[in-house]
């Protein structure tokens, strides 16, 4: 009888690697709950002595970190909910509605994929600053509202969909949008999920851009606030720790939620490496 693993010959390769990405995040934690002597000693410590609050204490009473996760939050969802409405129905019509200079419209949103950000920077704050909207959290999230890579990712989505469902409702008298709303949008619930996590990633961790626009301190998200933390002359690692471990966290959670339908997006779509 030949012998056979319980688990596909891959997990050797694969759960080594996965314990070399997971080391930092599990050493970020330990981090966040050592003191400040512990933290600075050498020879590094791996582990805490002792569990010890002080980072997480100072970053809730001496910072307004509530207030910043909270703007986080707040620039995160809109920006999830408008690349959910916009880069769907912007897809929808790409994949399925027939109009003129179609193809050239779709080829210019995707090349400016290709376009560096730090070029976009200066005229999109002027242009911000004419409406007044700079030092403001609109200013944060307006720019994540919808994006050529969120456009290309529903269109793929849509185009793999058999189009014989959206005839069969059109022939029961349903119009385009019905069809849109009711038929085709429920059955894009992976690419939608798909999308809001990339959406979601991308306006948490955006640095640079607020940094930029925004120079109130109740108006930081928080990884620009977590930023001040970091100094020429002294860096405050407990409480930046416990920062990196409270701006972590939402992300860990939401994609734990879901990866079952990131998983299935990537391969139904096409996307996958």
Not at 88 to 111: D, E, M, P, Q, W
Not at 114 to 136: C, K, N, S
Not at 253 to 270: E, N, P, Y
Request: aromatic content about 12%; charged content about 10%.
């Amino acid at each position: 009888m030949r012998w056979r693993l319980p688990f596909s010959p891959w997990h050797l390769l694969l759960m080594p690697l996965a314990l070399l990405f997971v080391l930092p995040l599990v050493q970020m934690v330990l981090t966040s709950f050592m003191s400040s002597a512990e933290i600075n000693q050498f020879p590094p410590q791996l582990l805490p002595t002792s569990l010890h609050l002080s980072g997480y204490r100072a970053l809730l009473t001496e910072t307004p970190a509530l207030r910043w996760l909270f703007n986080s939050v707040l620039v995160s969802v809109v920006s999830v909910i408008g690349h959910l409405i916009l880069c769907s129905t912007a897809g929808y019509g790409f994949a399925r509605l027939k109009f003129a200079g179609r193809g050239v419209a779709f080829l210019v949103i995707v090349a400016t994929v290709m376009i560096p950000i730090q070029l976009l920077m200066i005229p999109t704050y002027l242009m911000f600053a004419r409406i007044g909207i700079v030092d403001t959290l609109a200013a944060a999230f307006v720019p994540w509202l919808a994006s050529a890579f969120g456009i290309f990712l529903m269109r793929q989505f849509f185009l793999a969909l058999p189009v014989e469902l959206e005839e069969a409702a059109l022939i029961d008298g349903c119009g385009t949008w019905r069809t849109f709303w009711s038929i085709v949008l429920p059955l894009a619930r992976p690419a939608l999920a798909t999308l809001a996590i990339f959406t979601l990633l991308s306006s948490w961790n955006d640095l640079l851009w607020p940094l930029v626009a925004i120079s109130d301190d109740n108006r930081f998200t928080l990884q620009v606030g977590l930023a001040n933390f970091q100094g020429m002359r002294r860096t405050e690692w407990s409480q930046l720790m416990a920062g990196n471990v409270l701006a972590t966290a939402p992300l860990i959670v939401a994609f734990l939620i879901a990866q079952r339908k990131f998983i299935a997006t990537m391969t139904f779509s096409g996307l996958k490496g």
